[in-house]
């Protein structure tokens, strides 16, 4: 796994991690890559098996019912940020290729003026997808945390925000 941009992740304080989501490698291709502990947001239905529950439990990943706005993992997503940790999210959603990002971690981001952490990976959906696993190279391409404001997440805000972090993660290795 190659890791560019190492240098650009804040040693401390509020931060919010996106990235793409492409491959169930995803989380661990970010987590070993970010050299702080990442609170996940996680569907909850990862939870349904125990062995992975207690797992996530002890990572400290943090439950959503997703499609349903989630005001509960949300405050415990932003609790985790006002304690100066990091929290990582997919906002595509889902793992999938392409589509419109969900507007929570821009909402985190607005709520606690933590800065947003552009990630892009590349290769995880070569290494692992249904029916096929592969060894190729995998990349981690970290971008500038983006400055976020303290303010009342509003619809309009949320989608200009997380416009631009969804066009920085693009961006990356362009």
Do not use: C, Y
């Amino acid at each position: 796994m190659e890791v560019r941009g190492g240098e650009l992740v804040p040693a401390e304080g509020p931060l919010v991690v996106v990235s793409n989501h492409v491959s169930v490698l995803d989380p661990f291709a970010l987590g070993a890559a970010i050299p702080r502990t990442l609170h996940f947001l996680a569907k909850e239905e990862l939870w349904q098996s125990a062995p992975v529950g207690r797992l996530l439990d002890a990572a400290g990943a943090i439950p959503v019912a997703r499609g349903r706005g989630d005001v509960s993992a949300m405050g415990r997503a932003r609790d985790a940020l006002e304690q100066g940790e990091a929290v990582a999210l997919f906002p595509e959603g889902g793992v999938r290729r392409e589509g419109p990002w969900l507007r929570g971690a821009a909402r985190l981001a607005l709520a606690t003026g933590a800065p947003i952490l552009p990630v892009r990976l590349l290769g995880t959906a070569e290494a692992i997808a249904p029916g096929h696993v592969g060894l190729p190279r995998v990349g981690v391409l970290i971008g500038h945390p983006i400055p976020v404001p303290h303010v009342r997440p509003t619809v309009a805000v949320a989608r200009e925000v997380t416009a631009q972090a969804q066009r920085a993660v693009e961006l990356l290795g362009t």
